[in-house]
């Protein structure tokens, strides 16, 4: 059964409403944009789904674009697996036009090879926190819309990756920093948990809109929703100026148009989500043209052709071809294991990192326009991929088949990596049972297998290639 999981208006909230006896087990919502807002605020919804219940899977409905420009979709996707989100619901109706039919058949590779990786993968742990509070938003109803989604996105947008928590989660957060945005009201035990946090040691950040007594907080000079502007320079630059000094950006790129998330796997390998997004000019452009698309002037049809040529786009019904962008993310040096490399998962390419001063890395990462890609920082290239089982399997009888994938001292890799597993039968055909897509977990896949009694007897052959190096491994067992 659903809830609305943020309406003020009825109090719906969910650590308000749900507790830990009445816990949500998923979250979701629909949210049809369009380009009446930027696509950035699909990240706001989504992390506001996570609020009180930090483990429960979350999926997201977004529309799949009346509009007929592909570059919507492919941002959209690319910024749902930035975020996070466990699956995409996508809706789907008789008006989608043929372009968005074409962006979906674009991304299908993608989803198939590496959804199974992306969902293992879970957010890094983040060095700031963005109060979302309850209490302003029943004194101020628009909070949510407003404040909140523009502090949050001007902060992304800046580089400074933030979690989203809510007032109950003040004492549990294990971030060093809090943010807050244009609060003037919060309960009682909300300013207590904050004092409680700064006598810890951390650090409480009030905007310059905040109205709160902690007269041990820090007050910034600026606001961080600042004019409630998507993507606008000044404003992102002038939030980054401001939090500078408390050192809140770890992955770094130019940054009115760049989306960097980390991720981390169990075992501690780290991940980097990196999107090519519109800014404010872009944003405008595109949406003009969508929603006055009867009534736009000669100048402002030439305006949105060229924004979207130079990004490889067509205007309207054309072919798209997407440029490459050629972004540079930087990094602390210490993010990439010694003798490790950076991983292009989505392009299957090895990127060279290069000293970029002060203790930072950078790298080249070759973008789509409003693409995006998943690198992965691994300690070691694979060498190996090693398959091993029953050799014979009766029909009836299940076995177990274990893959690893290995460096060059044979020892198992850590990390999350794609794999394509193949099983053929003994005359060549491919068997679906097991053949798919799949992610190894700490370097390591099982694959149980019963033969069925009506199976062909003889050698079958199992096949497993790692997706980002190329390497294979092939095992064959009789079916008897």
């Not at 800014?279 to 698309?293: A, I, K, M, P, S």
Request: aromatic letters at 10%; hydrophobic letters at 35%; proline letters at 8%.
């Amino acid at each position: 059964m659903g809830f609305p999981y943020n309406w003020p208006q009825s109090s719906q909230y969910p650590p308000y409403n749900f507790g830990p006896s009445f816990g949500l087990n998923a979250g979701g919502c629909y949210y049809y944009l369009n380009y009446y807002a930027p696509t950035a605020y699909y990240l706001h919804w989504a992390e506001m789904m996570r609020l009180g219940h930090r483990c429960i899977p979350t999926f997201l409905m977004p529309d799949t674009g009346g509009s007929d420009t592909r570059h919507y979709l492919r941002n959209q996707y690319h910024r749902l697996g930035a975020v996070g989100v466990s699956g995409i619901r996508y809706f789907i109706t008789g008006w989608m036009k043929k372009e968005a039919e074409k962006e979906h058949q674009a991304l299908a590779p993608l989803r198939e090879c590496f959804s199974p990786v992306q969902h293992r993968l879970k957010p890094a742990p983040k060095r700031a926190a963005l109060l979302m509070p309850f209490s302003q938003m029943i004194h101020q109803i628009p909070y949510a819309h407003h404040n909140g989604v523009a502090a949050y996105t001007n902060l992304m947008m800046a580089h400074i990756d933030v979690e989203m928590i809510a007032e109950e989660e003040i004492d549990v957060t294990t971030c060093p920093v809090i943010l807050v945005a244009g609060a003037e009201h919060l309960r009682a035990t909300s300013l207590q948990a904050l004092e409680r946090f700064i006598g810890h040691g951390g650090k409480v950040l009030l905007d310059n809109k905040c109205k709160l007594p902690l007269p041990k907080a820090v007050a910034l000079d600026i606001s961080l929703d600042m004019s409630r502007t998507y993507g606008d320079k000044e404003s992102i630059a002038a939030v980054r100026r401001a939090l500078e000094p408390y050192n809140l950006v770890t992955w770094d790129a130019p940054v009115e148009n760049t989306l960097l998330r980390p991720f981390i796997s169990d075992d501690g390998v780290r991940s980097l989500h990196v999107v090519d997004t519109d800014d404010w000019e872009g944003y405008t452009t595109v949406r003009r043209h969508l929603t006055n698309r009867d009534r736009e002037t000669p100048e402002q049809r030439a305006e949105a052709e060229r924004y979207l040529r130079t990004h490889g786009m067509s205007y309207s019904g054309g072919e798209d071809h997407p440029q490459s962008l050629p972004l540079t993310v930087t990094f602390p040096s210490y993010e990439l294991p010694a003798g490790g490399q950076v991983m292009d998962l989505f392009a299957d390419k090895l990127l060279v990192g290069e000293p970029a001063g002060e203790g930072r890395l950078a790298v080249k990462v070759p973008v789509q326009g409003f693409g995006g890609t998943l690198l992965t920082f691994l300690p070691a290239p694979v060498r190996r991929v090693r398959i091993a089982g029953e050799t014979e399997l009766p029909q009836g009888k299940g076995g177990i088949l274990h893959v690893s994938l290995l460096d060059a001292s044979d020892r198992t890799l850590p990390g999350v990596y794609p794999l394509q597993v193949t099983l053929k039968e003994p005359t060549g055909l491919v068997n679906r049972e097991l053949t798919g897509d799949y992610a190894a977990d700490e370097g390591m896949l099982s694959l149980a297998f019963t033969p069925a009694r009506n199976h062909a007897p003889g050698p079958w052959t199992l096949e497993v290639t790692e997706c980002s190096s190329a390497m294979k491994g092939v095992l064959t067992f009789q079916v008897e």
